[in-house]
């Protein structure tokens, strides 16, 4: 436990005095926000991503010392514990390296070679090992013994035989060294489950494909594993890729057979103990191993998965808030209706409806009446359409409106209503409005994620919001850390009003926990507005700790203490005075004063207790207070006419808004209520290793359109605008087949990436694993 500091300091490349101050906050109850916001002085200003990647490091450690700790006693009661050993153990930097040493001791059950061994044949085992001149028959013939259930040599031998086999396949080095190999050479290799190439045609790319199992990229190995798991694809590992002979036997024979020093040289018992060996690779090690580095590409790949949802939730999260402005939120539909819902600047629902401008009813007229009404009653600004099903003709619909009623200053936007069904049936929907129809509470979901997209998406599960890459097939109890994480710090970078915050927002909050944030929600509405940071303390089971955790990221506006609508945490109030003091002004009047603090020298005002970087944090926010970290609002100006995939041609030009980032390149929404894809080589000039480099959910490009498939709903994009259309597809609805697109029997030459094709978005491969990723 004590070597865990040092470790981590080694692994993160920082101090190791900065790691144990670290991990005391944390021990202590502190947040990772809270630490990476207030306590830089110890941290040497590791920021969130940092401190989470140290926290996870400390539990995987932690985790794993604690396993030792096992073993080492499991072990010793067994009598078997060596100084070699036991150091051997202490070292294990990894679960699977310690498991490896553990492997020998492990209780387990009768195997075929403890059943030799308690007959009596390790003798025999351990006599033809070390002296190959021996006839295996012929010492075999001393241990015949049909009462213990050897009756003949062969059976003896084939006791024997086990018995080294289960010997070899437990030494830790030899494992070592056959992962090593295989890692860096074998092949995941996949072939179409007999009789199912009809039924699974979606995975007809991976029908007969091979590739390094270190450089598959991780989207691929999710959908391999998915087409497994449904049982249309078989997938092995081909540990000697190339090798024509496979009479031979395997490279890993040759490993093993080096590693115990053995060597054929026509001795009576070679050819036995030869077959022993590849025994030991065939039956007992080669399995394993698969097994193993299944687990180990399906672990990397759901780590990759894990943080391209990540960061696209990041980027959604921390889009550019509308502002508080009265808005109208629609949820088209058709059957059942537009619902309508009016919230005011507060994010209050003041007004609801459902118009029925479409089929069946065809009431447009009214609709645009009822629409102008509620408009004017409510001088609304914003109207939110949610880019579901018929969100264009509802859009067409509002920009006819505004056109007919000149006096109404709105403007209309499209924003992604992803997981807005999913809150409108949810508990807390239900506690928000308990008399308000289900349909109509996503109509106000949809105008206030407009508002402040982070104050309404923290109300949905963030699985829920769609913008994950086989967010289905991952850890889903993993992907929900890492996604809470996520949101965690988002609400923390961006601070929350303590006297409008939901409960649902507030409990994202570093320190506070559910219950808190209801009971900070029940003092607020029972006794009025908050006027001061103190006033929380009063909030029920809100101990010293907790308001210490969540006070700095609480925001009180135009309250009795200026500083309480800042990022400044209240244990640096005092700092602030001393600066106020020192330059002779009024703290309130020293807040927003620009001109006075571009002159001011963080190192004159710290302390022993408040060092350089909280104090330029300080003057930071003193200089521009209350700052909100996420970008200018803007939107998207989508095509008139084009509407629906069949509206779209080759060589269109349209402006769009990407809504998804995944290792292979981006969705963009064009207005067609289907996503186009644009391929990671059509992003930009340059080479991309990361789609992330160019684009983030939420960001609003130009594209080209390359290629339509209207009968599967496919659109290839370019944000290359030089790019032309393929000549072959220009004015077709089907698409040709790309060279080089999708994945290739054998591994391409650029690093396991799938090729790049200069101009096609649409390779086959990847525009199933597109459409099956957006379908998640």
Known sequence: MSQIPQLLANELKVDERQISSVIQ????????????????????????????????????????????????????????????LTQSIKTADSKTELEDLYLPYKPKRRTKGQIAIEAGLEP???LLWK???????????????????????????????????????????????LRSHLWQNAHLTSTVAAGKEKEGAKFRDYFEFSELFKTIPSHRTLALLRGRNEGFLQLSMDADPGSEDTTSGSHCEVIIADFLNFEHKGRAADDWLRQVIQWTWRVKLSLHMETELMARVRERAEEAAIQVFASNLKDLLMAAPAG??????????????????????????????????????????????????????????????????????????????????????????????????????????????PNMDVSLRGAVSIARRLQDPLAELVKIEPKSIGVGQYQHDVSQSQLAQSLDAVVEDCVNAVGVDANMASAALLQRVSGL???????????????????????????????????????????????????????????????VERIAKTNSIPVQELIGNQQLIKTLNAKDYTDERFGLPTVTDI???????????????????????????????????????????????AFIDVGVHQDGLVHISALADKFVSDPREVVKAGDIVKVKVLEVDIERKRIGLTMRLSDEAPANTAGSDKPKAKTGSGPKKKPSGNGGRAPQPQNSAMGSALADAFAKAKKD
């Open 513 to 575: 926990s559910k219950t808190l944030a209801k009971n900070l929600v029940e003092h607020r509405d029972a006794h009025g507005a908050f006027r001061n940071r103190k006033q929380l303390l009063d909030v029920a089971r809100m101990g010293p700790k907790a308001f210490e955790q969540a006070a700095g990221f609480l925001r009180i506006s135009n309250g009795e203490q200026p500083l309480d609508a800042s990022s400044v945490h209240p244990e640096a109030y005092t700092v």
């Open 324 to 433: 508080a402005k009265t808005t109208m939120g629609l949820d088209p539909g058709v059957r059942t209706g537009v619902k309508v819902a009016v919230v005011d600047e507060t994010g209050k629902a003041v007004a609801t409806n459902t118009v029925f401008p479409f089929q069946p009813q065809n009431q447009m007229d009214k609709a645009m009446r009822t629409l102008a009404t509620l408009c004017k009653q409510y001088k609304v600004e914003l109207i939110s359409i949610g880019n579901g099903t018929h969100s264009r003709e509802t859009d067409k619909m509002v920009g006819d409106m505004l056109k007919q009623h000149s006096d109404i200053k709105a403007t209309k936007v499209i924003v992604n209503e992803a997981g807005a069904s999913v809150y409108s049936a949810s508990e807390l929907a239900a506690q928000e409005f």
């Open 131 to 177: 002296d190959p001149t021996k006839n295996p028959e012929q010492a075999a013939a001393e241990y015949i013994d049909a009462d213990k259930g050897f009756a003949d040599a062969k059976a003896v031998l084939d006791g024997a035989r086990a018995i080294l086999m289960e010997r070899f396949a437990e030494q830790a080095e030899l494992l070592k060294r």
């Open 619 to 665: 003057l930071s926010e003193l200089e521009k207070p209350g700052r909100d970290p996420r970008p200018e609002f803007k939107m998207a100006e989508f095509k008139e006419g084009v509407e629906k995939v069949s509206d779209l041609k080759p060589g269109m030009l349209l402006e769009g808004v990407v809504t998804n980032v995944a290792n292979f390149g």
């Open 25 to 84: 906050l944390l021990d202590e109850g502190s947040t990772v926000p809270f630490i990476a916001r207030y306590r830089k002085e110890v941290t040497g200003g590791l920021d969130d991503t940092q401190l989470r990647q140290l926290h996870q490091r400390l539990n995987y450690l932690r985790e794993l010392d604690d396993r030792r700790q096992v073993i080492l006693k499991s072990i010793d009661e067994q009598g078997k514990l060596t100084d070699e």
């Open 124 to 126: 025999l085992a351990d």
